[in-house]
């Protein structure tokens, strides 16, 4: 079992950032790749990017490439998303998940509540 916790979401204007958290826990955290996910109002679920634990490259997807920054601190078992130079397409309930596969994750086991980013004009 993983417990998935975000924080960090709130209302920020274009061309600002936004750090996203997320306090992940469990003991078989480190099996798993970490990622955020995000929605936006009456669009599907989208894959934002992904990274494991242990090392590796991180994923990004095309949309948000050269703006936004994942990293992990294994040791305080947290994930973050550095959003910066935000555009109001941003604007979404942002979710972690864990799970497993390459890439985009194949499969996601797990969801956090999720934390929303408002983009203001």
């Known amino acids: 079992q993983v417990h998935l916790v975000e924080s960090g979401g709130r209302l920020a204007q274009a061309g600002g950032s936004v750090r996203l958290s997320c306090a992940a826990s469990g003991p078989t955290l480190s099996s798993y790749r970490m990622a955020w996910f995000r929605q936006a109002p009456g669009k599907e679920r989208e894959f934002v990017s992904a990274v494991s634990w242990t090392g590796g490259s991180t994923v990004y997807a095309d949309s948000v490439k050269g703006r936004f920054t994942m990293s992990r601190d294994y040791i305080k078992g947290t994930v973050y998303l550095q959003m910066d130079s935000l555009k109001r397409d941003d604007t979404a309930v942002y979710y972690c998940?864990?799970?497993?596969?390459?890439?985009?994750?194949?499969?996601?086991?797990?969801w956090g509540q999720g934390t929303q980013v408002t983009v203001s004009s």
């Open positions: 998940a864990a799970g497993r596969g390459p890439g985009a994750l194949t499969t996601v086991d797990y």
